[in-house]
């Protein structure tokens, strides 16, 4: 008589990966039409694998890249082979001119408000009822403060201090005319998940990722609000071993987030990322 084998128990990747399916099913499920931000980055690109695994290889819905026209050319180059590899149907939106923008705004905000303005007007001409977003709670205070399920008011406003409660798996959806809601699958996740999983999975990604000549990009934005940081890692078992002693905020190279303290706020209350 064989005895059955005990189920393995799930290890956090699992669990996280389960987690974030689920919430990818659920929001196609309940929003639509529907579209994933794309935004070429190591958490977006976990974001459109995970989306092709929950949808058996083929995403169902849009992705978007709201392009600013400041990307790295290696940034780019990625979106046209990838698009094709993946079989993804891209939407791609405009940014308009920074002298358009809050001029109260110190100046990388002000030039990152132009994507928060860009996407407003792409989710607008698609008349979308959900935009799946690869924010992270761990990567800057406001975005602690967010739900997975975040509705959004008219206007793309969000109010930080009335926010739905989640119980149970159970979202909000929208319930008033003009409104969307973002959607998180990763707000769980930490980055050291993020580049474990990277690893585990062989995603690909931008090569800025990895040092050359001692620098490398821990997170990517526009080439001139964005820097790399000082760093021998080439490989992504070297990023890991690196993050794992690392006590640098993961944003360190994002210019906007050494302006003053309310400036990442007062973008995310209007519609950013």
Not at 35 to 46: F, I, P, Q
Not at 112 to 131: D, N
Request: glycine fraction near 6%; include cysteine; aromatic fraction near 10%.
């Amino acid at each position: 008589m064989t005895t059955l084998e005990q189920p393995q128990a799930m290890d956090a990747l699992d669990q996280l990966e389960a987690q974030s399916i689920f919430i990818l099913r659920e929001a196609y499920r309940t929003l639509k039409p529907m579209a994933l931000l794309w935004s070429l980055g190591k958490d977006s690109n976990v974001m459109v694998w995970l989306a092709r695994k929950a949808f058996m290889g083929h995403v169902p819905f849009p992705v978007m890249h709201v392009d600013t026209g400041k990307k790295f050319p290696e940034m780019y180059a990625f979106r046209e082979e990838y698009v094709k590899k993946w079989n993804l149907d891209l939407l791609l939106g405009d940014c308009p001119p920074v002298e358009e923008m809050d001029p109260s705004l110190p100046p990388a905000a002000r030039s990152a408000a132009r994507k928060t303005a860009g996407l407003a007007s792409l989710i607008e001409k698609e008349k979308l009822r959900g935009v799946v977003a690869g924010i992270r709670r761990d990567e800057q205070a406001t975005r602690a403060k967010e739900r997975v399920f975040s509705p959004r008011g008219a206007g793309h406003r969000w109010d930080v201090r009335n926010q739905p409660p989640e119980f149970w798996d159970q979202y909000a959806k929208p319930y008033e005319e003009g409104m969307h809601v973002r959607v998180h699958p990763l707000l769980s996740w930490r980055e050291i998940d993020i580049w474990r999983y990277i690893e585990r999975e062989n995603i690909p990604l931008v090569d800025l990722y990895f040092a050359k000549n001692g620098k490398r990009y821990r997170s990517l934005g526009d080439q001139d609000i964005t820097s790399p940081i000082e760093s021998n890692a080439s490989t992504v078992a070297e990023v890991i071993e690196e993050l794992e002693h690392s006590r640098t905020s993961e944003r360190a190279g994002r210019a906007m987030d050494h302006e003053s303290e309310d400036a990442f706020e007062r973008l995310r209350v209007a519609g950013y990322l």
